[in-house]
């Protein structure tokens, strides 16, 4: 077991799910900032399967943060390969001077084949999708630095280039990684300042729902990678899961209903109680497994889907800042 060497204090995002109008979108966001979130997050999709219409995220989250005081906006995750690393660079600092100093990226490398299908842009193997993920990281912190930057790689060539403005955070806003493959996992390690743990993206451009990628073992291996990648700076790495937690009276009641829910045998109930990415039960519950959770892996940072922001708020009440 992988054991953090750094006790982070909680904080919780908002995953704007539901915001696909201009008052759902500062809606949510006034009342995520209300219940005490740290981040209002959007993803970063153009088609309506799986996760339903959504807003273009950074648009959108200028409107978040120009609606709110205190409250963080993000995305979770943007695909690096649907914009340049230049033009995003410009996006991201110019997010950042807006909100004040409220902007953090989420970035992958990519992963839903029929979305590069339906949009006619070629979905590499995956090995090529990271080694582009992997120059962009040295293009943007290189481009939010304030420096001209020049830049010979074998993905981008940059000559000479700077932004304007300067992202208000220094060196830049904080950047999040989403991973699940080792590779993926070890880079996020090394260059990321949060990293969100992901089930395993497959070869034919889907997410896997195996039980197997979101058991205890598997988590704690995937923590390992993290810190293999980050090496002396694991301490100052934030661990981040998007959860739904499921608010229940009875524990073995809505695992078994979890369980069936999934597809999984009723014999993997015991594994799925003890699965990192799962709550479930009553707050004071969710809330101890949190704790537990923080202490045996070190995920800190935990993101719940908007539906779910109202019933949540007693947790992040008890835990925020702890």
Same mark, same amino acid.
């Given at each position: 077991? %992988? %054991?953090? %060497?750094?006790?982070?204090?909680?904080?919780?995002?908002?995953?704007?799910?539901?915001?696909?109008?201009?008052?759902?979108?500062?809606?949510?966001?006034?009342?995520?900032?209300?219940?005490?979130?740290?981040?209002f997050?959007?993803?970063?999709?153009?088609?309506?399967e799986?996760?339903?219409?959504?807003?273009?995220?950074?648009?959108?989250l200028t #409107?978040?943060?120009?609606?709110?005081?205190?409250?963080?906006?993000?995305?979770?995750?943007?695909?690096?390969?649907y914009?340049?690393?230049?033009?995003?660079?410009?996006?991201?600092?110019?997010?950042?001077?807006?909100?004040?100093?409220?902007?953090?990226l989420?970035?992958?490398?990519?992963?839903?084949?029929?979305?590069?299908?339906?949009?006619?842009?070629?979905?590499?193997?995956?090995?090529?999708?990271?080694?582009?993920?992997?120059?962009?990281?040295?293009?943007?912190?290189?481009m939010?630095?304030?420096?001209?930057?020049?830049f010979?790689?074998?993905?981008?060539?940059?000559t000479?280039?700077?932004t304007?403005?300067?992202?208000?955070?220094?060196?830049?806003?904080?950047?999040q990684?989403?991973?699940g493959?080792?590779?993926?996992?070890?880079l996020?390690?090394?260059?990321?300042?949060?990293?969100?743990?992901?089930? @395993? !993206?497959?070869?034919?451009?889907?997410?896997?729902?195996?039980?197997s990628?979101?058991?205890?073992?598997?988590?704690?291996?995937?923590?390992?990678?993290?810190?293999?990648?980050?090496?002396r700076?694991?301490?100052?790495?934030?661990?981040?899961?998007?959860?739904?937690?499921?608010?229940?009276?009875?524990v073995?009641?809505?695992?078994?209903?979890y369980?069936? #829910?999934?597809?999984?045998?009723?014999?993997?109930?015991?594994?799925?109680?003890?699965?990192?990415?799962?709550?479930?039960?009553?707050?004071?519950?969710?809330?101890?497994?949190?704790?537990?959770?923080?202490? @045996?892996?070190?995920?800190s940072?935990?993101?719940v889907?908007? !539906?779910l922001?109202?019933?949540?708020?007693?947790v992040?009440?008890?835990?925020s800042? @702890?």
């Amino acid at each position: 077991m %992988t %054991t953090p %060497t750094t006790i982070r204090p909680f904080r919780f995002g908002v995953l704007g799910e539901r915001a696909t109008t201009t008052e759902a979108l500062t809606g949510t966001a006034r009342r995520a900032e209300e219940l005490g979130y740290s981040t209002f997050l959007l993803r970063d999709h153009f088609i309506r399967e799986p996760f339903g219409d959504q807003l273009a995220p950074m648009v959108a989250l200028t #409107a978040a943060a120009l609606a709110t005081r205190t409250l963080r906006v993000g995305t979770v995750v943007l695909a690096n390969d649907y914009r340049h690393p230049v033009m995003l660079a410009k996006e991201v600092a110019t997010l950042d001077v807006l909100s004040g100093g409220r902007f953090e990226l989420g970035l992958g490398a990519g992963w839903l084949r029929e979305e590069y299908d339906r949009a006619g842009m070629p979905f590499d193997p995956a090995g090529r999708r990271v080694d582009r993920l992997e120059e962009s990281l040295l293009v943007l912190k290189g481009m939010l630095s304030g420096e001209p930057l020049d830049f010979d790689g074998k993905q981008y060539t940059i000559t000479s280039l700077s932004t304007f403005p300067t992202p208000h955070q220094r060196p830049h806003p904080p950047i999040q990684i989403g991973a699940g493959s080792r590779r993926m996992l070890r880079l996020a390690g090394r260059e990321a300042d949060t990293v969100g743990v992901l089930p @395993r !993206a497959l070869a034919e451009g889907t997410i896997s729902e195996e039980l197997s990628e979101r058991t205890a073992e598997t988590i704690a291996g995937k923590v390992a990678a993290i810190r293999e990648g980050a090496g002396r700076r694991f301490g100052d790495v934030e661990l981040s899961m998007v959860v739904s937690p499921v608010i229940a009276d009875d524990v073995a009641e809505a695992a078994l209903r979890y369980t069936e #829910a999934h597809g999984w045998p009723e014999a993997a109930v015991p594994e799925v109680l003890d699965m990192p990415p799962v709550f479930l039960g009553p707050i004071e519950h969710i809330a101890e497994r949190m704790h537990d959770r923080r202490a @045996r892996f070190g995920f800190s940072y935990y993101i719940v889907p908007d !539906a779910l922001m109202e019933d949540f708020a007693p947790v992040v009440a008890s835990l925020s800042g @702890r």
